[in-house]
């Protein structure tokens, strides 16, 4: 695991991040079929995000999530996906910051159906599918990237990842309080490890909040 691998809640997402992937990658291999890929219009792999994604801390009316102060849009990207695995029932999507072990956004029983999310799916109370509450606590929602200003690592690896499920998942929380990102990540364990998870496909973005000198 990696170095930011350390509190039970990171272990627990590093260890369903790890886990799920070895097991979808190993399965594509035995299949031999067109790999599951995920794109998304507003970015390419291994670049840096857009402002339309990132976050909003007002302080002074200055965003302290972007690296010039504008306010960003806080608006989850477009995502399309390709060659879904025969037999799914369902797609999860994660945003997971690897930099901080922190979950952005967490979708799930999203329809086998879809093959693409449009800009600002993430919404509260969307109607692509179940969200469970990020870590910042505030919504079951999409919570853009804000990376803190001068503290390393500067530039956050933001990883989205889609899973394609031969089932629908059932998570519980409460009428005041939705499921967590935790609760999401131990049912894809259980899903990943009883072999639910067909396949995974990731993008990867970057984003820092600190002037380079």
Known sequence: MGPFCKSALTILAC???SLI?????????????????????????????PISMINNNIV???????????????????????????????????????????????????PATTTALPQNAGVPGSTYGQQVYNDFFTAAAYGGPCPPIGVAPFAHHYQFTVYALDETLTLYGSANFPPSAETLYHALITAGR????LATASLVGFYSATPAK
């Open 60 to 110: 002074n009316g200055v965003n302290t999530c972007s690296i010039d102060g504008s306010p960003g849009g806080n608006e989850s990207p477009d995502l399309s996906w390709t060659n879904a695995p025969a037999g799914t029932q369902s797609f999860v999507v994660v945003l997971y910051d690897v930099s901080a072990a922190f979950t952005h956004w967490g979708m799930y029983n999203i």
């Open 194 to 197: 009883y072999h639910h998870i």
């Open 15 to 17: 260890s369903a991040l």
């Open 21 to 49: 992937s070895n097991l979808a990658s190993a399965q594509q291999k035995q299949t031999a079929k067109p790999q599951f890929q995920v794109t998304s219009s507003e970015f390419q792999n291994q670049t840096t995000l």
